[in-house]
């Protein structure tokens, strides 16, 4: 295991990685790739997906149903596997979208009164 | 909530589909690093620096396919894996012990699945009728000294029918036997006479044809008839084309109107034809009487009805039809009894006992494997010691030894089941009790689940065993306790404690044999009031002469106004009968002892005070022939039997039982009372007892089920169906050919059927207890046989244990008896406290029990046999490695040291 998994310089917050995919998916079906792409230039390249990272949590959100994947093509032609927001997962992304703003809403309160 | 049980049914599917998440995921994660690289291809890089950049940005790649899979799979489910894996290694590598293990759990779980499949059988579900828990058998009852189940009258099934309010539909059933004439060959069978809805209330269609219409039962041009599956395929060929056919029933013509379906034969179970209700009475006049009762009513309840609502329910219309009609339905009820109690009811109490006992044998058998595994565990101790100094943790040492535990039980259930397969054909095929016959007890998935359930508990219990025992060990370990001698005894505490409750399970087991073996003997001893050994008796049916159509085989209330005379006389075949060498006598008799016959009649004796109505006195009649009594070896108490003039319709002789003399006319010579047939202003003649004979079990063992006396009349040579009971010199079974032969030689269209020594039918009596003495007798060995393997192998442990400690005794001067002594001593304690409880508990148990059991309670002899032989058994089993211990050398046993 040479390599540690040292944080890379646009670490993400812990816990927000599962709510930016289901926003990413809330567009529509993507795979892995183009969800991980979609992230970073949607952050304008300030949030770096550790790319492998994304691998568990997607299997993970899959198993608690909050996702559906699919096999499909993709624009190239080649096998991928597609990922689709679930009823579930829609539920899901509006009460993690609600509390994610509610507290980066009070923790901004804090950075400017401070 | 939600979300849990999809996450844990999706890992269970990935458990299955494990392989191609694998390759999946390969898939996934090749895609995704083929698209990096290509974006940093076009951005300039070389194709190796593509890759590795690709990667780079990745991740640990092995890694996170790892941290992926894990999000499917449980973690405990690999590491069971793992465990069962180790627990079948080192299984392997004790093949004895393995076999011995798994062979005593698969006697217990075996037996387990068998008894439980049994039971399985026998639930309310297996009835093969829709809805069956809407079916009730309706019982016109009568109130005497107690209530007795009598049947019902067809007025009064009409009127139940019209003002019941909770039914969906009632049908009138009863059967019959009638000899149906084909071809040279008539045969003799089991019709049942139902009323046209019988069929759609049991949810049972025709499989040919059609069943009855309601406008046809009595209707009197159309003799409709259903043929059972059985005959239409042995008699008819199976030919569909039977429908319309008209066949013979006696003397009657009926037209085929429809073929039933495979294994339907009525809720007889016996039936093999079926007539319409009123049109096999003989008309609707045949039917009118009010207090003329006989047969049962099925019905089917509403949906969402209880039966106490409809025992409700028909209380109100009973006590209506008390008011109506005083005369017919003064202290008349109805009960509404469930089908499935009917039908079950006396097989369940005997299966939950035999239930209970075996699984007392299981935990016998676990108690003998869980000592087994303490020993190994011992054994162990080193390899355990080496896992824990690993990081094994104490819950993670527990869930090895669990695994263990249910992986023997697995292993054990698996031979088991089969044993148990093969075991319930045996069950059913030779048990005395009759099944009813659409019971086929199989390994359903019910069973199945049973079985995997008592395995997992089993499992556990075994895995807990070795367990706690190494706890109690480390304990002990921990106290530092100063001599070695109690560092022991503590340590075999365990070991003890489970012997200790081995022996009283199979006390329990044993007491409860030896009381199912006494009731069985009770049951064979009690005096049925005749003697039935060497006597055969059969049943003929004679058809009348040529007819005017009228029916030669009566169904019950059927009454021909002028029928042809029979082509035989009974009397003729009596002397033919008598005729046979080997016969010692012969008599000819209305209905044959616990045969299920005989009619009852009310009665009144000259001279006595008017009763009221419950107290009326009343008898069951039968026709007999002067020599009967000899025959049966009735003991005539007074006055004599018939002589051979009093045999004659208009003849005025009875003979009555005792108990008309101890009611009536007690310490008074009864010779020439008189008694008549039913009230005092009936019209029938004075009868003059000329004789008194014992009471007998005429109607059912252990006793006649009410306290009746019997009147015997003088046979009446008119009655197509008689019977004859034959007392033979050799063994009754081997005169029944040439029995057939002569009665055929009267003529040769006389039916013959039940042709059964009279022992089989007392032995029929007692069919349920000697079915659930064999199972516990079985049961038992088992358990003694499993607690004494288990003494044995504990007794031999603990001589070895203290072979130094035996060493040193017989070096200071102890003799061969006092080790001998001190290690049945030993074993003795453990064995009695076993009694003491097991004593305890069968006492305890016993009351369960209660209704199986006939003249004997636990405090019975036959307990104290069944303690002294476990406990005789059980010190010999102490008494061999005590000798071993004898045979110590001193000198070998310090030398150990």
Redesign the interface.
């Given at each position: 295991m040479g390599e540690t998994r040292k944080p890379p310089a646009g670490e993400l917050i812990p816990g927000t990685l599962d709510m930016l995919i289901l926003k990413t998916l809330s567009r529509g079906s993507m795979h892995g790739y183009s969800i991980a792409q979609y992230i970073q230039e949607a952050s304008r390249d300030v949030l770096k997906v550790e790319e492998g990272a994304l691998y568990p949590a997607l299997h993970r959100l899959e198993v608690r149903g909050l996702l559906k994947s699919e096999w499909g093509a993709s624009d190239n032609n080649r096998r991928a596997k597609f990922y689709k927001l679930t009823a579930l997962g829609r539920r899901e992304l509006e009460e993690e979208a609600a509390y994610w703003s509610r507290v980066a809403a009070a923790v901004t309160r804090v950075m400017q009164t401070a | 909530m939600?979300?849990q049980l999809?996450?844990i049914w999706?890992?269970l599917t990935a458990l299955v589909r494990r392989r191609r998440l694998e390759r999946?995921?390969d898939?996934?994660?090749a895609?995704?690093l083929?698209?990096?690289e290509?974006d940093y291809r076009r951005a300039g890089f070389s194709d190796a620096g593509a890759r590795d950049e690709a990667r780079r940005?990745?991740?640990?790649?092995?890694?996170?396919?790892e941290?992926?899979r894990?999000?499917?799979i449980f973690p405990s489910f690999e590491s069971l894996r793992q465990d069962v894996r180790y627990a079948l290694r080192t299984l392997r590598k004790s093949p004895g012990f393995t076999l011995v293990a798994v062979f005593a759990l698969a006697v217990g779980i075996g037996g387990n699945t068998a008894i439980f499949s049994l039971m399985d059988a026998v639930r309310l579900q297996a009835l093969p009728y829709q809805n069956p828990d809407r079916l009730m058998v309706l019982w016109g009852n009568v109130v005497r000294t107690k209530v007795e189940r009598r049947g019902a009258s067809y007025p009064d099934y009409l009127d139940w029918k019209a003002q019941a309010t909770t039914f969906d539909g009632m049908a009138a059933y009863d059967n019959f036997s009638a000899i149906l004439a084909l071809g040279d060959e008539p045969e003799r069978i089991t019709v049942e006479m139902v009323s046209p809805q019988y069929f759609p209330l049991l949810g049972v269609n025709a499989a040919h044809g059609r069943t009855f219409l309601e406008e046809e039962d009595g209707a009197a041009n159309t003799n409709a008839f259903l043929l059972g599956d059985a005959l239409w395929k042995r008699r008819f060929g199976g030919d569909p084309q039977v429908v319309g056919r008209a066949v013979r029933l006696g003397a009657r013509s009926f037209t085929i109107v429809g073929v039933m379906p495979p294994g339907f034969k009525g809720l007889t179970d016996t039936a093999e034809g079926w007539m319409p209700f009123v049109t096999a009475a003989g008309g609707p006049s045949a039917v009118g009487e009010r207090g003329s009762r006989g047969f049962q009513v099925l019905g089917r309840l509403k949906r969402g009805v209880a039966p106490a609502q409809a025992q409700a329910d028909l209380d109100a219309v009973s006590r209506r039809l008390e008011a109506a009609y005083p005369d017919t339905n003064s202290k008349r009820a109805v009960e509404v009894s469930p089908l499935d109690a009917e039908t079950f009811g006396p097989l369940r109490p005997a299966l939950r006992t035999l239930m209970a006992a075996v699984i007392f044998v299981l935990l016998i058998a676990c108690a003998n494997v869980a000592n087994l595994l303490i020993a190994r565990s011992e054994a162990r101790q080193r390899e355990i010691a080496l896992r824990t100094a690993l990081g094994a943790g104490w819950p993670r040492l527990l869930r090895q030894l669990v695994t263990e535990g249910c992986v023997l039980t697995g292993l054990g259930a698996i031979v088991g089941v089969l044993l148990a397969q093969a075991a319930m054909r045996a069950l059913v095929a030779t048990s005395p009790v009759t099944f009813p016959s659409f019971v086929s007890p199989e390994v359903n998935l019910r069973v199945m689940l049973f079985t995997i359930a008592v395995s997992l508990a089993g499992g556990v219990l075994l895995g807990l065993a070795p367990a706690a025992h190494a706890r109690i060990a480390r304990l002990a370990e921990a106290l530092k306790d100063s001599s070695r001698g109690s560092d022991g005894r503590r340590a075999t505490r365990m070991r003890s404690a489970l012997v200790v409750a081995e022996v009283s399970l199979a006390v329990v087991l044993l007491v409860g044999a030896g009381l199912m073996i006494r009731t069985v003997r009770n049951l064979m001893a009690l005096h049925p009031g005749f003697d039935p050994s060497s006597v055969l008796s059969l049943r003929i049916s004679i058809p009348r002469g040529a007819p005017p159509a009228a029916q030669s085989t009566a169904p019950p209330a059927a009454a021909p106004q002028t029928p042809p005379p029979l082509v035989a006389s009974a009397r003729v075949v009596l002397d033919r009968v008598k005729a046979i060498p080997g016969v010692a006598s012969a008599s000819l008799v209305s209905d044959v002892p616990l045969s299920g016959g005989g009619a009852a009649i009310f009665y009144t004796a000259e001279g006595q005070p008017p009763v009221d109505a419950q107290n009326v006195p009343r008898a069951y009649v039968h026709r007999v022939t002067p020599d009967f009594f000899a025959t049966m070896r009735v003991p005539v108490k007074a006055g004599r039997s018939f002589n051979e003039n009093e045999i004659a319709p208009d003849s005025t002789a009875v003979v009555v039982s005792e108990r008309v003399v101890t009611r009536f006319w007690p310490g008074q010579d009864p010779i020439g009372k008189r008694i008549k047939q039913g009230g005092l202003t009936n019209k029938s003649p004075w009868l003059s007892i000329v004789g008194v004979v014992g009471e007998m079990k005429y109607r059912g063992l252990p006793d006649n089920p009410t306290p009746d006396p019997d009147l015997y009349f003088p046979f009446v040579d008119r009655a197509p169906q008689v019977s004859l009971v034959v007392r033979t010199s050799s063994p009754p079974a081997s005169l029944a050919p040439s029995v057939r032969a002569a009665v055929r030689g009267v003529d040769s269209t006389i039916t013959i059927f039940d042709v059964t020594p009279l022992d089989e039918l007392v032995g029929q009596q007692t069919a349920q207890s000697r079915f659930t003495m064999w199972l516990m007798g079985i049961f038992a060995a088992c358990a003694l046989m499993l607690a004494v393997v288990g003494i044995y192998g504990v007794m031999s442990y603990l001589v070895t244990q203290r072979t130094r400690e035996i060493g040193i005794r017989l070096a200071l001067g102890a003799g061969g008896p006092d080790i001998l002594r001190l290690v049945v001593g030993n074993g003795a304690r453990m064995i009695g406290a076993g009694i003491a409880i097991g004593v305890a508990a069968a006492f305890a148990l016993q009351r369960l029990v209660s209704t199986l059991l006939f003249g004997v309670t636990a405090a019975d002899a036959s307990s104290l046999f069944a303690v002294a032989l476990l406990a005789a058994i059980a010190l010999a089993a102490c008494y061999l490695p005590a000798l071993r211990a004898t045979r110590v050398s001193p000198l070998n046993a310090l030398r150990y040291e």
């Amino acid at each position: 295991m040479g390599e540690t998994r040292k944080p890379p310089a646009g670490e993400l917050i812990p816990g927000t990685l599962d709510m930016l995919i289901l926003k990413t998916l809330s567009r529509g079906s993507m795979h892995g790739y183009s969800i991980a792409q979609y992230i970073q230039e949607a952050s304008r390249d300030v949030l770096k997906v550790e790319e492998g990272a994304l691998y568990p949590a997607l299997h993970r959100l899959e198993v608690r149903g909050l996702l559906k994947s699919e096999w499909g093509a993709s624009d190239n032609n080649r096998r991928a596997k597609f990922y689709k927001l679930t009823a579930l997962g829609r539920r899901e992304l509006e009460e993690e979208a609600a509390y994610w703003s509610r507290v980066a809403a009070a923790v901004t309160r804090v950075m400017q009164t401070a | 909530m939600i979300q849990q049980l999809l996450a844990i049914w999706h890992r269970l599917t990935a458990l299955v589909r494990r392989r191609r998440l694998e390759r999946d995921l390969d898939d996934e994660v090749a895609f995704h690093l083929a698209m990096r690289e290509a974006d940093y291809r076009r951005a300039g890089f070389s194709d190796a620096g593509a890759r590795d950049e690709a990667r780079r940005r990745f991740g640990n790649v092995t890694y996170l396919k790892e941290q992926t899979r894990d999000m499917w799979i449980f973690p405990s489910f690999e590491s069971l894996r793992q465990d069962v894996r180790y627990a079948l290694r080192t299984l392997r590598k004790s093949p004895g012990f393995t076999l011995v293990a798994v062979f005593a759990l698969a006697v217990g779980i075996g037996g387990n699945t068998a008894i439980f499949s049994l039971m399985d059988a026998v639930r309310l579900q297996a009835l093969p009728y829709q809805n069956p828990d809407r079916l009730m058998v309706l019982w016109g009852n009568v109130v005497r000294t107690k209530v007795e189940r009598r049947g019902a009258s067809y007025p009064d099934y009409l009127d139940w029918k019209a003002q019941a309010t909770t039914f969906d539909g009632m049908a009138a059933y009863d059967n019959f036997s009638a000899i149906l004439a084909l071809g040279d060959e008539p045969e003799r069978i089991t019709v049942e006479m139902v009323s046209p809805q019988y069929f759609p209330l049991l949810g049972v269609n025709a499989a040919h044809g059609r069943t009855f219409l309601e406008e046809e039962d009595g209707a009197a041009n159309t003799n409709a008839f259903l043929l059972g599956d059985a005959l239409w395929k042995r008699r008819f060929g199976g030919d569909p084309q039977v429908v319309g056919r008209a066949v013979r029933l006696g003397a009657r013509s009926f037209t085929i109107v429809g073929v039933m379906p495979p294994g339907f034969k009525g809720l007889t179970d016996t039936a093999e034809g079926w007539m319409p209700f009123v049109t096999a009475a003989g008309g609707p006049s045949a039917v009118g009487e009010r207090g003329s009762r006989g047969f049962q009513v099925l019905g089917r309840l509403k949906r969402g009805v209880a039966p106490a609502q409809a025992q409700a329910d028909l209380d109100a219309v009973s006590r209506r039809l008390e008011a109506a009609y005083p005369d017919t339905n003064s202290k008349r009820a109805v009960e509404v009894s469930p089908l499935d109690a009917e039908t079950f009811g006396p097989l369940r109490p005997a299966l939950r006992t035999l239930m209970a006992a075996v699984i007392f044998v299981l935990l016998i058998a676990c108690a003998n494997v869980a000592n087994l595994l303490i020993a190994r565990s011992e054994a162990r101790q080193r390899e355990i010691a080496l896992r824990t100094a690993l990081g094994a943790g104490w819950p993670r040492l527990l869930r090895q030894l669990v695994t263990e535990g249910c992986v023997l039980t697995g292993l054990g259930a698996i031979v088991g089941v089969l044993l148990a397969q093969a075991a319930m054909r045996a069950l059913v095929a030779t048990s005395p009790v009759t099944f009813p016959s659409f019971v086929s007890p199989e390994v359903n998935l019910r069973v199945m689940l049973f079985t995997i359930a008592v395995s997992l508990a089993g499992g556990v219990l075994l895995g807990l065993a070795p367990a706690a025992h190494a706890r109690i060990a480390r304990l002990a370990e921990a106290l530092k306790d100063s001599s070695r001698g109690s560092d022991g005894r503590r340590a075999t505490r365990m070991r003890s404690a489970l012997v200790v409750a081995e022996v009283s399970l199979a006390v329990v087991l044993l007491v409860g044999a030896g009381l199912m073996i006494r009731t069985v003997r009770n049951l064979m001893a009690l005096h049925p009031g005749f003697d039935p050994s060497s006597v055969l008796s059969l049943r003929i049916s004679i058809p009348r002469g040529a007819p005017p159509a009228a029916q030669s085989t009566a169904p019950p209330a059927a009454a021909p106004q002028t029928p042809p005379p029979l082509v035989a006389s009974a009397r003729v075949v009596l002397d033919r009968v008598k005729a046979i060498p080997g016969v010692a006598s012969a008599s000819l008799v209305s209905d044959v002892p616990l045969s299920g016959g005989g009619a009852a009649i009310f009665y009144t004796a000259e001279g006595q005070p008017p009763v009221d109505a419950q107290n009326v006195p009343r008898a069951y009649v039968h026709r007999v022939t002067p020599d009967f009594f000899a025959t049966m070896r009735v003991p005539v108490k007074a006055g004599r039997s018939f002589n051979e003039n009093e045999i004659a319709p208009d003849s005025t002789a009875v003979v009555v039982s005792e108990r008309v003399v101890t009611r009536f006319w007690p310490g008074q010579d009864p010779i020439g009372k008189r008694i008549k047939q039913g009230g005092l202003t009936n019209k029938s003649p004075w009868l003059s007892i000329v004789g008194v004979v014992g009471e007998m079990k005429y109607r059912g063992l252990p006793d006649n089920p009410t306290p009746d006396p019997d009147l015997y009349f003088p046979f009446v040579d008119r009655a197509p169906q008689v019977s004859l009971v034959v007392r033979t010199s050799s063994p009754p079974a081997s005169l029944a050919p040439s029995v057939r032969a002569a009665v055929r030689g009267v003529d040769s269209t006389i039916t013959i059927f039940d042709v059964t020594p009279l022992d089989e039918l007392v032995g029929q009596q007692t069919a349920q207890s000697r079915f659930t003495m064999w199972l516990m007798g079985i049961f038992a060995a088992c358990a003694l046989m499993l607690a004494v393997v288990g003494i044995y192998g504990v007794m031999s442990y603990l001589v070895t244990q203290r072979t130094r400690e035996i060493g040193i005794r017989l070096a200071l001067g102890a003799g061969g008896p006092d080790i001998l002594r001190l290690v049945v001593g030993n074993g003795a304690r453990m064995i009695g406290a076993g009694i003491a409880i097991g004593v305890a508990a069968a006492f305890a148990l016993q009351r369960l029990v209660s209704t199986l059991l006939f003249g004997v309670t636990a405090a019975d002899a036959s307990s104290l046999f069944a303690v002294a032989l476990l406990a005789a058994i059980a010190l010999a089993a102490c008494y061999l490695p005590a000798l071993r211990a004898t045979r110590v050398s001193p000198l070998n046993a310090l030398r150990y040291e």
